[in-house]
């Protein structure tokens, strides 16, 4: 029940546990949103695809070995989770960017489905873990009680990444192109650039996140099967409060998530699961379109 | 019988229509015209509850209704029909007129009764009135464009309005498909006891059946009287690149 | 195209439901046990697959989280007969009564979104709902569940639960035939075909919505009591958003502009994975290959396409 030790100390500790974790799902729900914003179509396939990053970022780094092995675990998993969507995508997807949206989705789902039973297929039952590299191994004394050191890496990584998507998005002429579509694609037709790739380089863009998002949260959870479903719900309810498409607003609703969930556990560790669904229908009751404006 | 006073609807820096009135008197034919983006579409939408006006005032027999939802002033005894088709495609003509009549009855929400049993006659009734009888059992998808219109028309009778609103009921018809039209609503007109509120394009149409003639641009309304007024003022001639026409009169 | 709505079950189909109906009497004199199982699965399934249609596919509502709505009608269920010593058919209106209160509670914030925004307000509620189910140890038995769950006296051997199972989802079949006949079920479709025209000919088409979704979740609801009937117990994934989206599939195996489709998706489905299950753990894979090949080949569902192609040939 509500009452433990309330310090603020814990507090601060706690805080900065829940900003680490929402670094991860701000990864992954930016390559959400920005699917969604471009195809306006939410990716049920994400968890999977997470999951995909997760399991291959141990392969890559126990065949190799060492910190060596992680780092070249985070290079190249995304790359594999992009290269799967894009296959997927090539193969299947575009041919029906003409339909409903309701098949799209059902699509992703489907896609999912397939993705999840491979890694079964590939990597079994069993819970994997990921070492992280030696120099971010351990703990560090951070308001009193022991931060994992390997969550500053991740402090970091979620900014890059933000940073990262801005400047594609702002800089360069594909990643105008993907925000023109976003928001009136028959004009980016028009203008005589083939929308379907245009479609093509989002998703697998929005996919190389999902995949690198699971393979920086490798080292600090068991790989296993079924860390996909309740990603999943996570992330669609992130990208619903932050407003859909919205990049910046996939950042506030980590940031909402990640850190409520946290500091859950200070208050009521019980159902500190529960607090961040509370925060996400609160949200949803009172701006039901999100908290940040939609791409569409 | 319908009063729109002084009303106003910007979207965002567009100011779509702005100070607009308009008099109908019951059982009138009023036709209201401009050029297009003059604001006619969004004044109707006004009119039935699909917008709500910023400032000003609507006025249907006394009473106010600027505001209420669309279903609200339906029941009031406005009735409407679109500039884009706007039907049930995949239910057959019997059935897209039935919905209309079974709200007017305040049918729709019944749980027990089988619907083809209801409201047979007053839709058949309807259907016949407009000449569709023999298309009844024909999924409404898959009629032609000009019965499509027909349709519309069909549908908003289906609440017995005392009000008819007609969003450029003529558009993409051919000539026969016109006059016949033109027939249809003079016929509504004198049969049922309706007042008629359309817009129109085809100035012939609109000189042809008009009593009473609007005149929009920019939003605004340029003047609202009888057909030779609104033939002759300068105004109108300038807004209108047809003055040409205009001036000749038909 | 489907003629019309008032063509939903055309006269042969009277026939051959009829047919079925009484073929399904006699099924349990002469079958094993085990398809007798699998047969009342079925019958619960299909409930929930119709209940899940009447609003997605009549309806044209992005009802994304139905399975919500079953999982609060079998904990209701489950919990009344564990936890108290209420009679038993208190429990058996409690469960489509707590899923209707909660489909009137969500649904009444859902009808007030467009689309896409229905379905993640209702992903994010019955998530909430889920995870509290999860958490409350105590009360809900958490991941545990409940088990051992007692069956009513007067059920005492598996052919017993066949026959009032398929009684039951027969009369809620009649029931939801009956509603998507009458004006209210017109009106309803007429709102799935255009909203706006509803709103302009007089239709209060969010409160028909509602009205839609309370029904749609107290069938839910019955089928969420059903299968504590015949399984005796409840676990957090009947709440789980993996099991909406599978009756979704069901929905549109069967095709879901067709009034029994869900029914033989269900079957379908059902049959499949028990079937399948015996000879791969991945059946998984295989609803996600079904799923895409209906997406690409057959999106009108098996029944819609039988329609289609016998009514050519009229």
């Known amino acids: 029940m509500p009452g433990q030790s309330f310090s603020f100390a814990a507090l601060g500790s706690q805080f900065l546990v829940g900003l680490s974790r929402a670094m991860i799902l701000f990864i992954v729900c930016a390559g959400l949103s920005f699917v969604l914003g471009v195809l306006r179509v939410p990716n049920v396939a994400h968890g999977a695809l997470y999951m995909l990053g997760a399991f291959s970022a141990y392969t890559i780094s126990t065949r190799i070995g060492g910190s060596a092995g992680f780092w070249l675990a985070l290079v190249l998993a995304p790359w594999v989770v992009a290269l799967v969507s894009l296959i997927a995508e090539r193969a299947l997807f575009c041919h029906l960017y003409q339909r409903e949206h309701l098949m799209l989705l059902l699509f992703t789902f489907a896609l999912s489905l397939i993705l999840s039973d491979l890694v079964k297929f590939v990597w079994g039952a069993t819970y994997r873990s990921v070492l992280a590299p030696s120099f971010l191994k351990g703990f560090v004394p951070v308001f009193g009680s022991p931060f994992p050191r390997y969550n500053f890496f991740l402090l970091i990584m979620g900014p890059l990444v933000a940073v990262g998507l801005w400047l594609f998005t702002n800089k360069t002429r594909m990643g105008k192109i993907c925000r023109a579509a976003a928001v009136d694609r028959e004009m980016v037709g028009a203008l005589g650039i083939n929308v379907s790739w245009v479609f093509a380089a989002a998703f697998v863009i929005g996919c190389y996140l999902a995949g690198l998002g699971g393979a920086l949260v490798a080292p600090t959870v068991s790989v296993t099967l079924g860390m996909d479903h309740t990603l999943i719900i996570e992330a669609f309810l992130i990208v619903t409060i932050g407003g859909l498409g919205n990049i910046w607003g996939a950042l506030v609703g980590s940031l909402l998530f990640g850190i409520t969930q946290s500091l859950g556990v200070l208050f009521w560790p019980q159902f500190a699961i529960v607090f961040p669904y509370v925060a996400v229908v609160i949200v949803l009751l009172l701006r039901p379109r999100g908290l940040l404006k939609s791409v569409w | 019988m319908l009063q729109v006073e002084a009303v106003y609807k910007s979207f965002g820096d567009f100011t779509a229509v702005y100070g607009a009135h308009l008099t109908v008197e019951r059982g009138e034919l009023v036709a209201v015209i401009g050029p297009n983006g003059a604001g006619k579409t969004t004044l109707f939408n006004l009119i039935t509850g699909q917008l709500k006006p910023d400032k000003g005032k609507i006025l249907f027999k006394g009473e106010e209704i600027n505001g209420l939802p669309p279903y609200e002033i339906c029941k009031k005894g406005i009735g409407r029909s679109f500039q884009i088709v706007n039907i049930f495609p995949r239910l057959t003509v019997f059935e897209n007129v039935q919905v209309a009549v079974l709200a007017q009855q305040r049918k729709s929400s019944n749980l027990f009764f089988p619907a083809q049993s209801l409201a047979v006659e007053e839709t058949s009734h309807i259907l016949e009135s407009v000449g569709l009888s023999d298309k009844a059992a024909s999924i409404a998808g898959s009629l032609s464009h000009g019965d499509q219109k027909i349709l519309e028309i069909a549908i908003a009778l289906g609440n017995d309005p005392e009000l008819l609103i007609l969003d450029e009921p003529t558009a993409g018809m051919s000539p026969e498909e016109t006059a016949a039209t033109i027939k249809l609503v003079r016929q509504l007109a004198e049969t049922r006891g309706l007042t008629i509120l359309f817009c129109e394009h085809d100035m012939d149409v609109v000189f042809d059946i008009a009593q009473s003639i609007m005149v929009m641009h920019h939003g605004q309304t340029l003047i609202q009287g009888k057909p030779e007024e609104v033939r002759k003022d300068k105004r109108v001639q300038e807004a209108y690149l047809g003055s040409v026409e205009l001036a000749e009169g038909r | ?314």
């Open chain 3, 1 to 314: 195209m489907p003629k019309g709505v008032a063509n939903l079950i055309p006269r042969r189909g009277l026939w051959s439901a009829g047919g079925i109906f009484f073929a399904l009497l006699i099924v349990p004199q002469f079958a094993p046990e085990f398809y007798v199982y699998i047969l009342t699965l079925i019958f619960v399934t299909a409930l929930l697959a119709m209940s899940l249609n009447l609003v997605i596919g009549h309806g044209g509502l992005f009802q994304f989280h139905h399975a919500a709505f079953y999982g609060v009608g079998a904990y209701a269920f489950a919990l009344i007969l564990t936890k108290t010593s209420l009679p038993v058919w208190v429990g058996f209106i409690a469960g489509p009564l707590t899923a209707a209160v909660m489909g009137l509670l969500i649904g009444w914030f859902c009808v007030r979104l467009s689309q896409l925004y229905f379905g993640m307000l209702q992903i994010s509620l019955g998530s909430l709902i889920w995870a509290i189910v999860f958490r409350w140890y105590k009360f809900t038995g958490g991941d545990d569940g409940i088990h051992g769950i007692p069956r009513p006296s007067f059920l005492s051997s598996s052919n017993k639960v066949y026959y009032f199972v398929l009684l039951i989802v027969t009369f809620c079949l009649i029931v939801m035939y009956l509603i998507l006949k009458s004006p209210f079920g017109r009106t309803l479709q007429a709102i799935r075909d255009n909203p706006q025209r509803c709103e302009a000919v007089g239709v209060n088409v969010r409160r028909h919505q509602l009205m839609a979704i309370v029904i749609a979740t107290s069938f839910a609801g019955m089928a969420g009591v059903l299968f504590v009937v015949l399984e005796r117990f409840v676990v957090p994934d009947l709440l789980f958003w993996t099991l909406s989206l599978e009756i979704l599939i069901m929905c549109l195996l069967g095709g879901w502009f067709t009034f029994a489709g869900p029914v033989l998706g269900a079957a379908l489905i059902v049959a499949l994975r028990t079937f399948v299950g015996k000879y791969t753990e991945y059946w998984t894979l295989i609803l996600g290959i079904i799923l895409i090949l209906l997406i690409f080949f057959l999106p009108e569902g098996v029944m819609g396409y039988f329609l289609r192609i016998s009514e050519r040939s009229r």
